[in-house]
């Protein structure tokens, strides 16, 4: 008997506890939901078979190959390579510098020549990519050999009159880690805005500390505007250490403008603690905190091109992640720290970022909970 009570009161909680689970929307969203969701966006990204290079095809060459070879690079706009129209090698050289090109074909003067020695037309065809995109320029590179090996057996030469050559542009000072090192400045400021803060304020909501405030004529625009600052501060202090270790140990060449960068980085602190402050100041304890910060923070971490650059996604996602607050941050930082980007280059993603704030402070104002 003791045995048959003991397991009947187990299953008599199993029971409530599946219960309160049903009840409880949020727990079945996290659940069931959520991991379809990073199912599908990781699925569209590492299981798309149609890569695709926005590419710019800039012809030196007076040759009637080469003007075919461009005629009809253009009418084969395919899925993989999909040709953009430019004005000329600088406005190229632009688009690729604000990520709008994956890279640039470049036929050379010669190229396309008919020499005697071959009969045949000849030349180097050049694929020019960001530094710090060797894994976007790489594969380009090989894609473009395929096409120009194809042409060779065409013409059943012994040996290939062909080539493609791949190079990186840009400053010749500037390693990998300088442009990896960007994106993780921009993830710190994410991860001290949104998983620091969001956990800290429904902890102080538990204390009892906002519903003593809330007794006195403080209201809580008042409230949110000071917690913002306090912890954008801290976020600068924390990105100031990245910056002194990177370039301590790191190496890391900062090229463009301090004040610019400083001025920057304080805008994009307060974009993303204002999305902390959103999510603390709504959530009424750490069990909604938590999963509501890692559906906030996740997609901007890997959608926004910090970690995986955005010619992996397919054409959808690359659109959408337009559209993510963190695009603006990490595109803006690395157009400041190692292009040295000018004021003007600069302020498309500032305004963005400050547009996301406008919203998101308003939001977090609006959505306030006391306790």
Do not use: C
């Not at 079945?28 to 299981?47: C, D, M, R």
């Not at 706009?77 to 999909?82: A, E, I, Q, R, V």
């Not at 970022?353 to 306030?368: D, H, Q």
């Amino acid at each position: 008997m003791r045995v048959k009570s003991y397991w009947i009161g187990v299953y008599g909680q199993v029971r409530a506890l599946q219960k309160r689970f049903m009840r409880d929307g949020m727990s079945l969203f996290f659940t069931f939901l959520f991991p379809l969701i990073f199912l599908l966006v990781f699925g569209a990204i590492f299981n798309n078979q149609t890569t695709s290079f926005d590419v710019a095809i800039i012809n030196h060459s007076k040759s009637e190959f080469a003007k075919q070879f461009v005629e009809q690079a253009k009418a084969n706009n395919d899925t993989t390579l999909k040709v953009k129209d430019v004005k000329d090698m600088q406005d190229a050289r632009e688009k690729l510098k604000h990520s709008e090109l994956s890279g640039i074909i470049e036929l050379p003067a010669d190229f396309g020549n008919v020499t005697p020695a071959q009969g045949r037309p000849s030349g180097t065809l050049r694929v020019l990519y960001a530094k710090g995109s060797e894994q976007s320029g790489n594969t380009l590179t090989a894609i473009m050999g395929q096409i120009i090996d194809g042409i060779n057996k065409g013409m059943g030469q012994p040996e290939p009159p062909l080539k493609v050559a791949g190079q990186a542009v840009g400053d010749e000072q500037l390693k990998t880690f300088d442009y990896t090192f960007t994106g993780l400045l921009a993830f710190s400021l994410l991860s001290m805005g949104i998983f620091g803060l969001a956990n800290q304020m429904p902890t102080e909501k538990q204390k009892g500390s906002y519903r003593r405030l809330r007794a006195s004529p403080f209201t809580a625009g008042q409230l949110i505007l000071a917690v913002g600052i306090h912890y954008t501060i801290i976020s600068l202090l924390s990105a100031a250490m990245m910056l002194a270790v990177g370039m301590s140990v790191f190496h890391f060449n900062m090229r463009g403008d301090w004040l610019l960068a400083v001025l920057f980085l304080t805008l994009s602190a307060l974009l993303m603690v204002g999305f902390g402050l959103l999510v603390g100041g709504w959530a009424k304890n750490e069990n909604q905190s938590a999963p509501l910060g890692n559906l906030v923070a996740f997609p901007m971490m890997f959608l926004s091109g910090t970690f995986f650059p955005s010619f992996m996604f397919p054409e959808w996602l690359r659109t959408l992640s337009q559209f993510i607050p963190m695009t603006p941050v990490t595109d803006g930082l690395r157009l400041i720290m190692t292009e040295h980007a000018s004021l003007g280059e600069v302020l498309p993603y500032a305004g963005a970022v400050g547009l996301w704030m406008l919203v998101v402070y308003i939001a977090a104002i609006k959505l306030f909970r006391w306790e």
